[in-house]
Every structure is written in C-alpha cells, then in structure tokens.
C-alpha cells in the first residue's frame, strides 16, 4: 500500500458499499485481521502472559461478556505481560457481570483526580501474587476520544467498533480499519500548543510512536472495509477528510496545519462534544499548567484514590526487624499509582510548645554536663526517680503532637488514600511509642498536677484508634542483634524482646516472620495489604 490513500480507490470502494452496509461477517473479520495479528506476534517478544490477567481473560470469555482490547494493539503482548495499562471496551449491558468478574479476581475499583474522571470510564486494580505486579484496568462503556487532559469527545457507535472484533488468542481486538479511524482521531485531538510546551522533548517521540503505529496500522487494512466502518463509526467525516488527518500525522508537517486540521476535526465532531471548543482548550491549559508545577516542580503525583475508602496501615517491630525496608518498598509499590503518603507517627512534626519544651530540656542538661540521652531511655531511667516536670509536659505535648498527625493520616485514608504509619502507637506494646507518666512517675510521687498530666496525655493518646490494618514484624531478638551492630544491645533488645514474646493471638493484626529472607517479607507483606485494600 502506498504512503498516503489513493482516494480515488476510496472513492470507489465508498460507491460500492454505499447501496447497503453490513456488519463484517466471522470469515471476513477473520482474513482482514488474521494477517495484522500475525504480522504483531513477529515483531514483538514473546511474552508471556501475566497470570492474573491470563485468568481475567479466560473469565471473560468463558462468560460471554463482549468487550475487546481497543487501542495500542500493535504492543499487546507487552500489555499482556503486565508492562502496561489494558484498555478495554465493554459492552454496557455486561457491565454489572463485568464488574462481578473483576472483583471475583480480587480487582480495586479506583477513582483519578476529579479533572480526571470520565463519565463512563472505570478503572481497575488487580495484584499479581506471582509476579508482584499490579494490573491496571482502564475500561470503558462508551468510546470517548480526545486530548489525555479533557477527553472531550464521545463516539456514539461503541457497537460497531465491537462488531468488528476478533478474538485470536487470549483478547479480542478491533478489525485494523476500525482501531485505524479511531487511532487517527485520538492522535489529531491531542494536537495543541499546550501539549507541545508541557512535553517537549517527549511531545517529539510520541509522535515518532504515532507514526510508528500508524504505519503498522495501515499495513493491514483494506480500503473498501475501511469505508464501510468510516461511514457507520463517524458519519460527520468523509473519506477526504479522513485522509487529511491522517497526512497531518506524517513527518514533514508544520504545526501550524496540525493545529488547522484540528480545528477542523473539532468542528465536525462538535455534535458529540462533551463541552464547548472554547472552554476544553482552556480546561487543557489549565490542567496542563497545573499538573505541569505539581508534578515537575512539587514533584507530587495525584494518584488514584479507592472507591470504597482507602486504609491506615501501620507497621510495627522492634529493632531490626526491617521497619523501614518495608515501609520504603510499599510506598514506592503504591505511589506509582495511588494516593500514598508516609507517616511517621513516632517522630511526628513538632509544635511550638514542644519545641520550646526542648529547648529548655536541654539547657538544663547541657548546665547540668549531663550526656544526651534519647526519651525512651529516658523513660525506662525514671521508674524510681521523678522526672521532672517539664519532661511530664514534654511527654504530654509529645502525646498531642502524634494525635494531630494520626488525625491527619486518617483524614487522608477517609478520603481514599493509602497512609502507611511508622511505630504507630498500640495498647501491646509500652516501650515504644505510647503513654510514659503512668509507666515513669511512681504513685507516692503522683500529687494533682502530675494526676492532671497524666489523664491529659492519656486522653491524647485514647484518640489515636487502631489503624484498618496492622502489620507486625516479629523477629528473634538474637537475630535483631546481629541486625543491629551498631546500636547498643540494652537499647536493642528490651524492645525485641517487649514485641517477641507479646501473644498476638485474638487480635486483627497480621503477623509476619521477619526471620525470613527480604523478599519473602516483602512479598508477604504485600499480599497482605493488597488484600486489606
């Protein structure tokens, strides 16, 4: 075929099929896509299919629900293999049995930045517990085109982009001339200024991916078919036109008649606009600018938020059990995509009265030529002597400073988030990270004051509720000492020990061997919080 569309042959083929159009028959999809297929299969590496989503298919399928894979199928074996989103149309009325099948195989339903959401488009998250993957799901109940950041435009014939699937191996996929139309469309829509000054250098290679696509596309199609589903996909645009926009996404061409033959396709599909010209070239800019500062410069990603809530998870060990390895590797598991924010319960932001209770700690130790020692020494110090009165209030104002930040970790995981809490406070455990003056201040030396304190910091601490999921890393204290060789083995030890022989027993949390090798640990523990999701 050559470089650009004989459209004298368009023509032709159009005066043929313009008496009666028909839905392609099983033979004809099966010869018009069979070569495309085979041609895909040798120019990619033979993946093989993740098996989380070798079963979703197998699902699918066995259940009669129409859908196919509708976009980017010349990489679908990559997809496949987990290394990207899968784009899926399905048919509305299996919608509901749709959603039954995916949540059967463990999928999370999620909600993107509100400028994101997308009347009739859901999104999917599934944990391969082979691989450790995270499969995404990009479905959609109506075919909807347009600039990444508005989407604006929505092609009221998702039957007949279904009509013409096939399905060879494990997905459907549309006829090459039905994901051709739509390819170009999608491509010429996402032309504009504002595009080129965001991406820049990437705006370049996705275009180099453009015409790539388009190219294998073509080298599958045939012309008269092309007409047909031309006619029934996007009755506003003739064959002429077509091939403008199609020329446009050639090398060679300026921006300036990019922009002209976009502006050109956004007027004959003003009919299945979701808004007005004007106000979706504004929405783009102002999206675009945003995410630009958000992400470049605040580097602060909006991801995705749980549609049924989010969760407070809490991981908690003593010395050595590999806290903080867990802690690291979930956030950065989760934060590619979700709403996912760390906080340290233990050392949380400090306020002006307990930064001013500091201070004066201090100088008074620093007269005093005193070693500096931490406050949970300084805790099992006090068990016969009284602390002084302004450590009291420094544990008090310590005790306020960690409810304010569990109070904002739950906020977050109300409203969708995932918040994973470091040495989070629990009624098991007394020498890490909990109430201090009832343990510290001997009865005989409790007068009203300290009772006052006490009830105060208690109260602090009452307020901080148990989180949805606790983890607990439990971890010989002999191993935790060979772990720790540069920590002092009385600071190392009480700890271990306090947390290893406490009987988790009859309690919600999830206990891991933190014995094991680090990836069997990680492993265990992402399988655990996936499932709490």
């Known amino acids: 075929m050559s470089e650009i569309f004989d459209l004298s042959r368009f023509a032709r083929a159009e005066r043929q099929e313009r008496s009666v159009v028909l839905p392609f028959t099983p033979v004809e999809m099966k010869e018009s896509v069979s070569s495309l297929v085979q041609r895909a299969n040798n120019r990619q590496s033979l993946s093989t299919p993740l098996p989380l989503i070798k079963k979703l298919c197998e699902a699918l399928n066995a259940q009669q629900i129409t859908y196919c894979h509708w976009k980017s199928n010349w ?136 015409r790539e696509e388009v190219e294998f596309l073509e080298s599958g199609i045939d012309p008269a078919r092309l007409a047909n589903i031309l006619t029934r996909l996007a009755p506003s645009i003739d064959l002429a036109f077509f091939e403008r926009c199609l020329q446009s996404l050639r090398r060679g061409n300026s921006l300036l008649h990019r922009a002209l033959v976009r502006r050109q396709l956004t007027k004959r599909l003003a009919a299945s606009a979701r808004r007005s010209r004007l106000l979706d070239s504004w929405l783009q800019v102002q999206r675009g600018s945003t995410g630009f500062v958000r992400e470049r410069l605040l580097r602060q990603k909006a991801g995705k938020r749980f549609a049924e809530g989010g969760v407070l998870i809490a991981v908690i060990g003593g010395d050595g059990a590999g806290k903080t390895t867990v802690l690291t590797t979930l956030n950065k598991w989760l934060s590619n995509d979700f709403a996912t924010r760390r906080f340290h319960i233990g050392k949380p932001p400090r306020s002006l009265i307990t930064l001013a209770l500091i201070v004066m700690l201090r100088a008074i130790r620093l007269s005093k030529d005193g070693p500096a020692v931490s406050a949970s020494e300084a805790t099992q110090n006090y068990e016969h002597d009284f602390p002084g009165y302004l450590r009291l209030l420094r544990w008090v104002s310590a005790g306020r400073d960690r409810r304010r930040l569990y109070i904002k970790a739950r906020r977050f995981a109300t409203n969708g988030g ?54 607990v890393l439990r971890v010989d204290p002999d191993i935790a000492l060979q772990r720790k060789t540069a920590e002092r083995e009385e600071h190392v030890r009480p700890r271990s020990t306090e947390l290893w022989k406490q009987d988790w027993q009859g309690t919600s949390a999830k206990v891991i061997d933190a014995g094991q090798s680090p990836e069997d640990v990680l492993g265990e523990a992402q399988s655990i919080v996936w499932a709490s999701l």
């Open 75 to 210: 990489k679908l074996k990559r997809w496949l293999a987990g290394d990207g989103d899968l784009d899926l149309l399905v048919d509305r009325a299996d919608k509901q049995r749709f959603i039954s099948i995916v949540s059967g195989l463990g999928f999370k339903q999620t909600t993107p930045a509100r400028e994101r959401q997308v009347p009739g488009v859901l999104h999917f998250y599934g944990f391969d517990v082979e691989t450790t993957k995270l499969v995404h799901l990009d479905v959609q109940f109506k075919l909807v085109i347009g600039h990444d950041l508005t989407t604006n435009y929505h092609l009221v014939a998702e039957s007949v982009y279904l009509e013409t699937c096939y399905r060879q191996g494990l997905m459907p996929t549309p006829a090459p001339e039905a994901e051709l139309i739509v390819f170009v469309l999608r491509a010429v829509l996402k032309h504009s200024a504002t595009e080129l000054l965001i991406r820049g250098a990437l705006g370049k290679h996705n275009a180099a991916a453009k």
């Open 418 to 471: 995932i918040a994973l809490c470091d040495r989070f406070p629990t009624r098991q455990l007394q020498l890490m990270d909990g109430p201090n003056i009832a343990q510290s201040v001997p009865p005989q030396r409790r007068n009203k004051f300290v009772k006052l304190l006490n009830r105060l910091e208690l109260h602090y601490y009452r307020q901080i509720l148990p989180p949805d999921l606790l983890i």
